[in-house]
C-alpha cells in the first residue's frame, strides 16, 4: 500500500533518537535541516555524531548511557536505531501505547512512519517514497530528480512567497491572482529570480488587462 505524504513541521519539536550509531547519525543528519530539537540516547556515538552534537549549537544533544523508558516523557517522534533488535522492538511497542510516532531503523512492520528520500532547497522538499518496498528505487528516483530540477527554486519560493500579501492585497479576483503568480513562476525560473519591481509591473499589467 502507498503511504500518504503528509508533510509535518517538526521545527522545535521534541526528538528522541535511541542508539548512536551509522544510521542514528543518518536520520539526524537528514532531520537536523528541519529544526526539531533532538536529544540522542546512547552509551556511544560515532565520531561524526559527536561531531554533528558539538556543531549543533544545542539543537542536538546527548544522553550518554542506555535507553530507558522515562526518555519517551514529552517527545513528539521517536527513531529506534540502536543495535538491541530486541529494544527497537520495545520502544516501538511503547511509543505507539502512548501514540507518539515511531521509526525503527529498516524494520518497516514496526514503523508508524517512515523516511522518504529527500531533496531540499530552502523551503522546497521532495519526498520520495516506494512505500517501503523498495529504498533503491526511492534512490534512484532521487537522483534522476535532482538532476531534472533547476538550481534556486529554494531562494525563487522565498522571493514569491514574499510576495504573495501583495498580490492578495491588491488583486481581488482569484481567476487575476492566479494568472499573476503562474506567469511570476515561469518567467522566475527562466531568469532564476523575480524582483519586487517585475512583481509590481506585472500587478498593473494583469490588472489593466483585466479591467479591458
Ligand atoms: C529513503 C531512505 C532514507 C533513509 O533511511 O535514510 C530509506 N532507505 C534508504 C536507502 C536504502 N535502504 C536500504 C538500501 C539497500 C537496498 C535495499 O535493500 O533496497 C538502500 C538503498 C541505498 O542505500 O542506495 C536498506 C533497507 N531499507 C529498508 C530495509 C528493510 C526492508 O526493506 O524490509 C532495507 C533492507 C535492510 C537489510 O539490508 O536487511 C527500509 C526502509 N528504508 C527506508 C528509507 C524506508 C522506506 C523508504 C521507501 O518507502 O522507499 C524504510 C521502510 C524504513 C525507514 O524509514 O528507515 C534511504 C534512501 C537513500 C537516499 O536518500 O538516497
Ligand atoms: N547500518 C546499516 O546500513 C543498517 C542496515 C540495515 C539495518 N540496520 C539496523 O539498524 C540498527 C542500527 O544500525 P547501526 O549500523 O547504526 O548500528 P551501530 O552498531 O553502528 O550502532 C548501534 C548504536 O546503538 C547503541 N546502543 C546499543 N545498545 C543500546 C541501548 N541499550 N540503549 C541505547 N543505545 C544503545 C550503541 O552504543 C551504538 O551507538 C541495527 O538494528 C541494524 O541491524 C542497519
Redesign the pocket.
Known amino acids: 500500500m502507498a503511504?500518504f505524504p503528509f508533510f509535518v513541521d517538526i521545527e522545535g519539536k521534541g526528538c528522541l533518537i535511541a542508539g548512536g550509531g551509522t544510521v542514528a547519525c543518518?536520520?539526524a543528519l537528514?532531520l537536523m535541516d528541519y529544526g526539531p530539537d533532538i536529544i540522542v540516547v546512547s552509551p556511544q556515538v560515532t565520531s561524526e555524531m559527536e561531531r554533528l552534537i558539538k556543531e549543533s549549537g544545542g539543537k542536538l544533544t546527548w544522553r550518554c548511557r542506555e535507553f530507558e523508558e522515562s526518555d519517551l516523557e514529552n517527545m513528539d517522534f521517536v527513531i529506534a536505531a540502536t543495535s538491541d533488535e530486541g529494544l527497537n522492538r520495545q520502544i516501538s511497542i511503547w511509543c505507539r501505547e502512548r501514540k507518539i510516532p515511531v521509526?525503527v531503523?529498516?524494520?518497516?512492520e514496526e514503523?508508524s512512519f517512515?523516511?522518504?528520500?529527500?531533496i531540499k532547497d530552502g523551503g522546497i522538499t521532495v519526498g520520495i517514497?516506494?512505500?517501503?518496498?523498495?529504498?533503491?528505487?526511492?534512490?534512484y528516483l532521487?537522483e534522476k530528480l535532482k538532476e531534472a530540477i533547476p538550481k534556486g527554486l529554494g531562494g525563487l519560493a522565498n522571493q514569491l512567497g514574499s510576495y504573495r500579501e501583495m498580490v492578495r492585497e491588491r488583486v481581488n479576483s482569484h481567476h487575476v491572482r492566479r494568472s499573476i503568480f503562474r506567469t511570476m513562476t515561469e518567467e522566475g525560473i527562466r531568469q532564476g529570480k523575480y524582483t519586487r519591481e517585475q512583481a509590481e509591473e506585472l500587478i498593473e499589467r494583469k490588472l489593466a488587462e483585466h479591467e479591458k
Open positions: 503511504y543518518r536520520k537528514t521509526n531503523a529498516d524494520i518497516q514503523c517512515i523516511f522518504p528520500a529527500l517514497s516506494t512505500g517501503g518496498s523498495a529504498p533503491a528505487l526511492a534512490h532521487k
